[in-house]
């Protein structure tokens, strides 16, 4: 069963490891809500992520799951503050992502115009030995 899983950018450039397509890794996945990933990816790209990987929290209670990488997307957006807001709190602006298919994830992507790069939406595996949480 393919798997469709969202990485934030920082999460790898914090103190994720970089992956390539045919990898095998082991990540901490949780399960996400579709709706907070709509304005990012379109409602019905994001009904499609089952998880999201995390290097940060309490990631000794959470099982390590096994997985083989099929495919990386990068993801870019524009963000904006909102004309409406009363902060100064940037949020991306829904229908401008556009999709990037790569070969490597190490969490930096080269600059495209008018977007600034998110993360990655990686397709892949569970594998043998894979260990549930």
Request: hydrophobic share 35%.
């Amino acid at each position: 069963m393919t798997l469709t899983i969202w990485v934030d950018d920082w999460q790898i450039q914090c103190c994720g490891e970089n992956f390539k397509s045919g990898d095998t890794v082991s990540w901490h996945l949780l399960e996400v809500d579709p709706e907070d990933y709509a304005d990012l990816v379109g409602s019905d790209r994001a009904a499609a992520i089952d998880f999201y990987e995390e290097h940060h929290g309490r990631e000794d209670q959470r099982a390590l799951t096994r997985l083989q990488v099929l495919t990386i997307t990068e993801v870019h957006c524009r963000y904006e503050v909102p004309s409406d807001s009363t902060s100064n709190v940037r949020h991306v602006v829904p229908g401008t992502s556009e999709l990037v298919p790569v070969r490597e994830a190490d969490g930096w992507a080269v600059a495209r115009p008018n977007v600034e790069f998110a993360g990655y939406l990686v397709t892949a595996e569970r594998t043998a030995g894979e260990q549930e949480g």
